[in-house]
């Protein structure tokens, strides 16, 4: 059995029911306070409740036989954790440490992390390699950098193995599964939210960075991508293999206008925008170098092209123009 903490969000959701099409039993826990029950597949025994909540961990750990923690659950907004850093390390740092110390006591010893590319902070070279000097330009990056310092001692001290996987953008959706957060704070969904007229425009948080149409480059990868690599590293893990902290990107960039222009095509909506001053601590470009994950995990992302993870996302919230029923 697997533990996914923050089963119910965007990416774990995806992960969950990926790991369950591949024979993997899972087992879930989250909150709810930013995601859905009814994301949770079905199959899955639901845990609501912290991750701090050592009771909760000693519980399931009793009900279940845990053998790896894929680990998602934690707060991700930029900008909410500049206003409100003590939110941050209260949530995902010192909860997550308490995490890591019930699934050790509990006998658990690979871990499969969510990080960040926002754990590098402004770049010095790009693609951005796993080697890159690690300075985030935010408290979220902080944090989600702390937990990875975390994990390596815990590895030194304790044997608790861990693959640390440092996510660009993601976006897209499967079938059921898709991205609904409110507030949202990314591109895409907000994109395609203002071709379906759920909201009046998109802002463009800034046009003056050094790259070609003023607007800043990401990098973005299918949330499909993402759970397969959860799956490799899992898997990698259970063959003995040393702690690793890996890149999951496309390896190329595009900026918010090539975003929007590509949802038009996509879409054949019109899509206004409107260009707002720019948002502290956000890079110009964040592009990955992803060599790393094809040789060490022998991943191999299906969606390359931005239309193709556009239009996966259009085709669900044209299914599902509510999003989820449930908060
Ligand atoms: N979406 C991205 O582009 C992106 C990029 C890099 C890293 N990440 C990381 O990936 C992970 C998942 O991101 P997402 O976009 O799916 O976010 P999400 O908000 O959709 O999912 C996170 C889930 O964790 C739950 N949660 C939060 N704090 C919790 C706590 N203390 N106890 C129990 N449950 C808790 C929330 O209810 C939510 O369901 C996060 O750790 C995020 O930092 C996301």
Redesign the pocket.
């Known amino acids: 059995m697997v533990l996914v903490?923050?089963?119910?969000?965007?990416?774990?959701?995806?992960t969950a029911e990926l790991l369950l099409a591949g024979g993997v039993q899972v087992v879930v826990?989250?909150?709810?306070?930013?995601?859905?029950r009814e994301?949770v597949p079905p199959e899955a025994p639901f845990y609501?409740?912290?991750?701090?909540?050592r009771q909760v961990i000693e519980r399931i750990a009793s009900e279940h036989e845990i053998e790896a923690c894929i680990?998602?659950?934690?707060?991700?907004y930029v900008g909410e954790s500049v206003a409100d850093p003590a939110r941050y390390f209260e949530?995902?740092g010192r909860?997550?440490i308490a995490?890591l110390g019930a699934l050790l006591d509990a006998g658990v010893r690979r871990i499969v992390?969510?990080?960040?590319?926002?754990t590098y902070g402004e770049p010095l070279k790009i693609p951005i390699p796993e080697t890159h000097p690690q300075q985030p330009a935010n408290p979220?990056g902080w944090s989600?950098l702390l937990m990875e310092r975390v994990l390596e001692s815990y590895d030194q001290a304790y044997g608790m193995k861990f693959v640390a996987?440092?996510?660009?953008?993601?976006?897209g959706a499967t079938g059921r599964l898709g991205?609904?957060?409110d507030p949202e704070t990314?591109l895409v969904p907000n994109v395609l939210s203002a071709a379906q007229g759920r909201i009046p425009s998109v802002a463009v948080f800034g046009n003056n960075y050094p790259t070609p149409d003023g607007t800043p480059i990401r990098d973005y990868?299918h949330?499909a991508d993402?759970a397969s690599a959860h799956m490799l590293a899992l898997q990698y893990l259970r063959a003995g293999g040393a702690s690793e902290a890996v890149n999951l990107g496309n390896g190329k960039g595009y900026s918010v206008l090539e975003v929007i222009e590509t949802a038009r095509r996509v879409t054949g909506r019109t899509i206004p925008l409107n260009i707002e001053p720019p948002r502290p601590g956000d890079p110009s470009r964040l592009v990955a170098n992803a060599e790393k994950a094809r040789h060490v995990l022998g991943w191999e992302p299906k969606y390359r092209q931005l239309e193709d993870i556009i239009r996966s996302d259009w085709e669900w919230r044209e299914k599902h123009p509510r999003g989820y029923s449930s908060p």
């Open positions: 903490t923050g089963g119910a969000g965007y990416i774990g959701s995806v826990l989250d909150n709810l306070s930013r995601g859905h994301a609501r409740g912290n991750i701090g909540d680990h998602f659950a934690a707060f991700a949530n995902n909860q997550g995490l992390f969510s990080s960040t590319c926002a979220y989600k996987l440092r996510y660009f953008n993601a976006a991205e609904w957060h990314h990868i949330v993402l």
